[in-house]
Each structure stands twice: as C-alpha cells, then as structure tokens.
C-alpha cells in the first residue's frame, strides 16, 4: 500500500559513500587488549561503580549502577578482571576525561547466567524496569534511556509510533547491514515497544537507498504476523533526524517547545528495538553494537564490537591506508575527529571512518559572509543560520537565542552549502556552550545568594526566638514578685473581723501587660547595672604615686569630661579603693 508522503523544508544530497562497507557480512571484532568502559554512556546521570580494581567480573556483569530514572545501568563487555576505576579521555571534541572502569580480558568471554523473560507477563513498569537495568538506550546517537522514552502521555493519544532505519548519514551503514540480517529480531523489538505505548498505527521508516534492508524489513513483518508499514522514504540528508523523519510520514511538524509524545507520536531507532528484545528475551544487556568501519582503510566493514573497545585496535581490523592521520566518529556531516586514537568504543558509536587529507582535502580559508541565504534554504528546522553566525561571532548570544539557536540540531547542511566555507555549526556549537556556561555560573551564584539570604533570615529568627524567651521569663520572674508581694501584704496587713464591712477590696492581680512592663523595667536596670560595673572596671590604674603636676592635670581632664556628660559627676573616676 503506497503512503502519502510529506517533505521537510531544506536539506541537502551529499556523496552516500555507503557502498563501501555493505559488501560483506557483519562480524565480531576479536577481543581487545583491554576494555574501557565509561560510566557515563548516555544522556541523564552518571551511573555509580559497583566494582573496584582486583575484583573479578564475568560478561554482561553490572559494573555501574544508574542513579536515577534518566540513566542507564553499565556492563562488563568480557569476562576478565577490573584493573581500574580511573578517569580516561572520552570520545568528545572536548577531549575531557570521565570515570571509567578498566578490565584486562582473560579470554573465556564468559558470561553471567542470563534470565530472559515473556515480558507479556510482566507489567509495563517492570518491563521498562529491565530495560533501564540492562543498559538499553537510543543507539541512532542520542543515547537517551528508551526506558524513558515508553511512557505514553496521559493527556494525548499515541497515534503513531516512528521506527527509523532511513540512516541518512554518508558511510555509516551499520542500521543498514543490521535490517538485512537481523530483521526479525528488530521486528520483535518493535513489538516490545508498540505493546508498551499502544499506538494506533506502526510505521518503519527506511531511506529508499536501502531496498535489501526493506525488503528484509517486510518479510519479517509477514513472518512475525505483526501488521507494520515498512515505508520507502526519499533520500535526502537529514532525512534520519527524528523530527524530519516524523514530518515526511506523518505530516506533523513537532516545535522546538514541545516533545514528539505532546503531538501523539514517539520515534526510536531500529538497533534500539534490536537490543531490546535482546535484554527482555535473551537476557542481554548492551554490552556491545554494530559499527561501521570505512574511509581511507583497504577493507571497509561492519563489525559487532564491544563497549570499551580502544578505537585504534579495532581501525586496524580494516587495514587503514598509512596516510592515515585521524579517526572520525560518527559521519561526515555530524561526526568529529576524535581527540586520541585510543579512545573507546561507546553506546553512541556507529561508525569510525579513517581520516586523511587526501578523503577529505582540507578546506579553503574561510570567507567573510556574503548573506546569500544559502544555509537559511537548507536549513531542515527553517533557522536563519547567517543571523545566528553574525551575532555568535559578535558573543551577542542573548540575540543568537532570539533566534532560536537551540533548535539547531547541527546537522551541518548550512556549513556544506557556504559558498564562503564558513564553518557555521563550529560557531553555533561555540555560542551553546557559552551560554550554557553562563547559565551555570548564574544558578551557582542565584543558590549562593539564596543560601546567604537563609542565613541571615535563620540568624534573625534565632535573635528574635532568644528574646522571646528572655522576655518571658522576666515577665514570668516579674509576676511571680508580684503575687508574692501582694500574698506578703494580704497577710501582714488584714483586717479585723468588725471592719471587714467596711475595709477596702484587696488589689486586684497585676495583669499581662502590667507584667510585661516589669520585665522590660527590670532588663533595663539590669542592663544600667552592667554599665556601671563596666565603668567601675575601667577606672585609670596607678595613680597613687602622681606629682602634684600629674594630679592637676588629671583632675582638669576630668573637669572637662564632666561637663561634656562623659562621666556622671557622681562618680570620680580618681576615686581610689578602700
């Protein structure tokens, strides 16, 4: 059945280069020297170790404990021992360093005692609860815990559900190869995500440059007995983003304030569904992924490959060219160079390609911007990429927001249509960054200021509690004098019988207010006794043996402090101690 189809604005047709890598069958990378695994494999929290170096682990073995509901747990790729709970280099443009947990492989490849399940007999909860356990998160590049992608919206019906298999990149063609010979086991993951969100229709998604994947796709469908529309979508980069893929077969377009699941629809990645049913039927955790080495190498391939994995090792598999001169993770258009060759293999690696200058020439020197409005036709989110360019380089980043910078995926179509080669993401990355940076030093300084306000409001409370209490108990002290004195006079002084007729009534009992005038009375006494004991302590020390020279000119100085009422007359501050 042919579908209508919707088209995204903008776009663009790069070289695929994908026929490299799909001319022979997946296989499994051969173990690495060592293994280092990042906690930290996904968006959401880091996960906590659970392991110390020495300790002994088997394959698919918990090494890192998610530590909250956005997170995913982490698995030891290999039997072997922890060498190391360290900090290691990331495969980041930042070439910033992460934990990591490092296990020396003792080549048994031996793994836990794996539980699989029928999930149809678990509730959705616990069936969410064993994918976040087993590590399994959007592996199309986002890494978001899909857990957390399988809850329905409570207020909006899903109607579709998005499975993308189109792979718009050039040379990564791991989706691809994974369609054509693991189509069933996609399809059942599928099924695990479509009976968890109920949505009234199924659509997959491929890139009609893939007809083996599709077609292999559509078996599998026919064989599983599920009714999912496998469909043919135009080539065109960035054809795979989630957003784009969801208007070409649905038609809605999702803003930038608002998630797919607001509009009744959820998009996820065919190798997520894969690793899935592996985790819920198989028992498995993600320990491992599909990654497609090409570029300037003999013998591209795709390669099952383990988590941890060192990049270098697993480059040298395909022979790389010796000119050779950097590895890039990810496409052409999206990927980067990575900061140290022996960086490992993670969640988000799909593919590695070999870097040369001779793949890809060095770019000409950029030019200054001539506002052709070249980047804003092939911009898939309708951005104005030359305003985001003038005022990024300018650091005006409060106008880069105005012009929705963050809606920016950084695809990079805008930076391959420049006629003047300028490189447009690079900028859009670098005014990001720098606002977040001033994000985060305005909340640390908004928490310190809240902090330093809460002090002082708990250090006013705390002096007004204090003389609260003082002032009740010298109210207290003072009434019970009172009640004293009166009970003392009433017994001295009463009357005799005959006069009782005529006698005055007794006075009545001080009241609150009475009372708390004689404690505020007494505070003051109290604190005029203070001071005068104070003064009586200061008096000027050896003046016994004075000239009567000295004694003068004391007592003229004393003359004068009198009269300007710093020292009561009464009290002459020469006056010595008996």
């Given amino acids: 059945m042919l579908m209508n189809l919707f088209k995204f604005k903008g776009g663009v047709k790069p070289p695929t280069n994908k026929t490299q890598s799909v001319g022979q069958p997946i296989a499994a990378a051969p173990l690495p020297s060592r293994l280092v695994v990042p906690l930290h494999q996904s968006i959401?929290?880091?996960?906590?170790?659970?392991?110390?170096?020495?300790?002994?682990?088997l394959k698919g073995q918990l090494i890192g404990e998610a530590d909250g509901w956005i997170s995913a747990a982490v698995h030891a790729p290999t039997s072997g021992t922890v060498v190391a709970v360290a900090m290691h280099v990331q495969p980041h443009p930042s070439g910033l360093d992460a934990l990591c947990v490092v296990i020396e492989p003792d080549g048994k490849d031996e793994w836990i005692t794996r539980q699989p399940v029928d999930y149809k007999a678990l509730t959705p909860e616990q069936v969410r609860e064993r994918l976040q356990q087993a590590g399994v998160v959007g592996l199309g590049g986002a890494v978001f815990p899909t857990h957390g992608k399988l809850t329905a919206?409570?207020?909006?019906?899903?109607?579709?559900?998005?499975?993308?298999?189109?792979?718009?990149?050039?040379?990564?063609?791991?989706d691809d190869l994974l369609m054509r010979e693991r189509a069933e086991e996609v399809v059942r993951g599928i099924g695990i995500f479509r009976d968890l969100l109920q949505p009234k229709k199924v659509l997959i998604g491929i890139e009609d440059n893939k007809p083996e994947a599709a077609e292999a796709m559509r078996a599998a469908v026919k064989a599983v007995g599920e009714n999912f529309e496998v469909v043919a979508v135009p080539t065109l980069y960035p054809a795979?983003?989630?957003?784009?893929?969801?208007?070409?077969?649905?038609?809605?377009?999702?803003?930038?304030?608002?998630?797919?699941?607001d509009l009744g629809v959820q998009c996820f990645n065919v190798a997520t569904a894969y690793t899935a049913w592996r985790a819920i039927a198989h028992g498995e955790p993600v320990v491992s992924r599909l990654v497609t080495i090409t570029g300037n190498v003999h013998e591209p391939r795709n390669y099952e490959v383990l988590i941890?994995?060192?990049?270098?090792?697993?480059?040298?598999?395909?022979?790389?060219?010796?000119?050779t001169d950097g590895i890039v993770m990810g496409g052409p258009m999206m990927g980067f160079l990575v900061p140290e060759p022996g960086v490992p293999v993670v969640k988000a690696t799909n593919c590695l390609i070999a870097h040369s200058d001779r793949l890809f020439p060095p770019k000409a020197?950029?030019?200054?911007?001539?506002?052709?409005?070249?980047?804003?036709?092939?911009c898939p989110h309708e951005l104005q990429p030359f305003e985001m360019y003038w005022f990024s380089r300018a650091k005006n980043f409060g106008k880069t927001q105005e012009y929705h910078i963050f809606d920016c995926i950084e695809c990079g179509c805008c930076s391959f249509v420049c006629p003047s080669r300028i490189p447009?993401?690079?900028?859009f990355r670098f005014a990001k960054s720098e606002i977040w940076a001033r994000e985060r030093e305005k909340n640390a300084a908004d928490q310190a200021k809240e902090r330093f306000e809460f002090k002082q409001f708990r250090e006013e409370r705390e002096k007004a509690e204090k003389a609260e209490k003082l002032a009740k108990a010298a109210a207290a002290q003072a009434a019970k004098k009172a009640a004293e004195a009166?009970?003392?006079?009433?017994?001295?002084?009463?009357?005799?019988p005959a006069a009782e007729a005529t006698a005055p009534a007794p006075a009545a009992a001080p009241s609150a207010a009475d009372a708390e005038k004689a404690a505020k009375l007494a505070t003051i006494q109290a604190a005029m006794e203070r001071a005068k004991a104070q003064?009586?302590?200061?008096?000027?020390?050896?003046?016994?043996?004075?000239?009567p020279e000295q004694q003068r000119a004391a007592e003229e100085i004393e003359s004068r402090r009198t009269s300007a009422g710093l020292v009561p007359p009464e009290t002459p501050v020469n006056e010595k101690s008996e």
């Fill in 240 to 261: 795979g983003g989630a957003k784009q893929l969801i208007r070409v077969l649905t038609g809605k377009e999702v803003p930038a304030s608002k998630r797919s699941t």
């Fill in 535 to 547: 003064r009586e302590a200061a008096q000027p020390k050896n003046t016994d043996h004075l000239t």
């Fill in 486 to 496: 009166a009970a003392a006079a009433a017994a001295g002084d009463a009357p005799a």
């Fill in 44 to 57: 959401g929290g880091t996960p906590r170790p659970v392991v110390q170096a020495g300790d002994k682990v």
């Fill in 153 to 174: 919206s409570k207020t909006v019906a899903m109607e579709e559900m998005v499975v993308n298999g189109a792979e718009c990149e050039p040379f990564i063609t791991c």
């Fill in 424 to 427: 447009l993401v690079q900028y």
């Fill in 308 to 323: 941890g994995t060192p990049m270098d090792e697993l480059l040298k598999l395909a022979t790389p060219h010796p000119d």
């Fill in 365 to 378: 020197p950029e030019m200054p911007c001539i506002r052709c409005g070249s980047c804003a036709q092939a």
